[in-house]
């Protein structure tokens, strides 16, 4: 059974290769950095992988989208949104899964962070935190931004059967799109990479 600890550890490794297990679960061909033409430098934002112990074993949740969202719509994601003026990332990333999600997360505790990822569809670089809340939450989800929760125990994410992949057309282009297989959904893009990165930590932290 998966344990604080090995969550704790999986975070504090430093010669781990974030790039490389991100790129498991990217779409190719990908364009993971801004062009040099653009101006500026992309918004700012968090998400947050929210863990919590449900029936013993350790869950996180993620959202999907409503169809009418700027950005996005109907994705599976972590919950999470643009920096405000005089937060940091963290405060960030804790505000909007309040908003989000419609908790309150003074009971958490913040263990770490991912490598950030940038977007290239929405100019976002994003930059993913990690916290463990007391308990599960009571959730009421926004429903301008919510359309479903998906609560999956951690353990899900190291299950061979749940890994797959298909080929797309996105935007008149083929795309090779490898995703996770949570029941009906397919979780792929931005929030699986991120998720990759986290379960192939995990996978050495538990050996």
Do not use: C
Not at 123 to 130: K, S, Y
């Amino acid at each position: 059974m998966i344990a604080r600890g090995d969550i704790e550890r999986a975070l504090q490794m430093t010669e781990f290769d974030a790039g490389h297990a991100q790129h498991r679960m990217a779409p190719r061909p990908r364009t993971g950095y801004r062009p040099p033409p653009k101006p500026g430098r992309p918004r700012q934002g968090a998400v947050l992988f929210l863990l919590y112990h449900q029936i013993d074993q350790l869950h996180f949740v993620l959202t999907r989208r409503t169809d009418t969202l700027d950005n996005h719509q109907g994705q599976i994601s972590l919950p999470g949104g643009r920096q405000e003026p005089g937060e940091t990332l963290a405060q960030t990333a804790i505000r909007e899964t309040d908003e989000e999600l419609g908790i309150d997360l003074k009971d958490s505790m913040m263990l770490g962070q991912l490598a950030s990822l940038y977007i290239a569809p929405s100019d976002f670089e994003i930059h993913p935190f990690v916290a463990l809340h007391s308990g599960r939450p009571d959730f009421e989800p926004s429903p301008a931004e919510v359309a479903e929760l998906l609560e999956v125990p951690v353990e899900h994410l190291l299950e061979p059967a749940v890994h797959q992949d298909e080929d797309w057309t996105i935007r008149g282009h083929r795309v090779w799109v490898p995703f996770y297989r949570m029941g009906e959904h397919k979780i792929w893009g931005a929030t699986a990479m991120v998720l990759s990165e986290f379960e192939h930590r995990l996978r050495i932290a538990i050996g």
